[in-house]
Each structure stands twice: as C-alpha cells, then as structure tokens.
C-alpha cells in the first residue's frame, strides 16, 4: 500500500550562512523528494521557542533557540512516499559526527547545534510542524 507523506524540513541558519541551500535542495530532489513549499525567513526567538517546545526541559534549549533564531532558515514541505522516515535517514545521525556517510549532516554539519538541517521525527510532528510555518 502507498503511504505519501510530507514531512516538514528546515535548512539552518549554519548551512543557510554557507551558502548550502541549493546543494541541499539538490540531495532532497535526487533521493526523490518533491519540494512543495518553501520560504526563507528570520524567526524570532520567541517563535524558535514555541517550534522547540517539546525540548523546553533540556538544558540545550536555550541555545537551540537562540542559534535557530540567529540568521536565515529556509523552511520547506517534502512529500514523498514515507517521507518521514526517508528525510531522518537521509539527513543521517543527530550529531554530524555519528552520522554516516552521504548524509547531509554527515556532508555539510559542524556540530550538533550546527547540524545544518531539521526534519520532524514523527507523522503527528510533521503535521503540527508544517501548520506552524505553513498554515494560511
Ligand atoms: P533537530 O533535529 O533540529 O532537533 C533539536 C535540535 O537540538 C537538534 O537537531 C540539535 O541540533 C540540537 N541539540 C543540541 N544538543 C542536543 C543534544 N544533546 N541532543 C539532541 N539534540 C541536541
């Protein structure tokens, strides 16, 4: 059976800074993502906390949204046929240097802050995700 999803992608502001938009966008379309909508944008740190919600208790949470909220992002709609866990395998290992080779983070993260992409980890994440920057 056919499972389309979309999944909600985020290019950070470290790739975004490194001019690595276009190079990302690439590897989505060649592993068979259709990019539907996409817009560059700043956020506030207010918005970045709201997105981040469900890591307000960590202790890294303050500096996540600070640093999502330091410079452009460009934040996209990916569909594809599971496209949820595709986008996850394909941005590889939260941390770029756990992540395996051919993946973006693996490619083109610095740190585990500066991972250079966001992808939502679950179809109920995806939705409220997408609805966050994408609802008209
Ligand atoms: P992301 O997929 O955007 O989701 C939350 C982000 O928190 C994650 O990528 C990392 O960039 C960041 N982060 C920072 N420290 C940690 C940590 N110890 N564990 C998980 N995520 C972390």
Redesign the pocket.
């Known amino acids: 059976m056919s499972n389309t999803e979309q999944t909600l992608s985020?290019i950070?502001p470290d790739a975004v800074e490194r001019n690595l938009e276009n190079e990302i966008k690439e590897m989505f379309k060649n592993n068979g993502f259709s990019i539907l909508k996409e817009k560059k944008i700043k956020i506030e740190k207010s918005e970045a906390e709201k997105f981040?919600k469900v890591?307000e208790t960590?202790p890294?949470y303050n500096?996540?949204c600070e640093y999502l909220s330091s410079g452009p992002i460009v934040v996209m709609t990916l569909e594809k046929e599971n496209a949820i866990l595709g986008n996850r395998d394909l941005m590889g290992a939260?941390n770029p240097k756990d992540a395996k080779e051919g993946t973006i983070r693996k490619k083109y993260g610095i740190s585990?802050?500066k991972?250079s992409v966001?992808?939502s980890d679950s179809p109920e994440n995806a939705k409220i995700e997408i609805d966050f920057f994408f609802k008209d």
């Open positions: 985020i950070k981040y890591h960590k890294f500096d996540l939260t585990i802050d991972n966001h992808g």
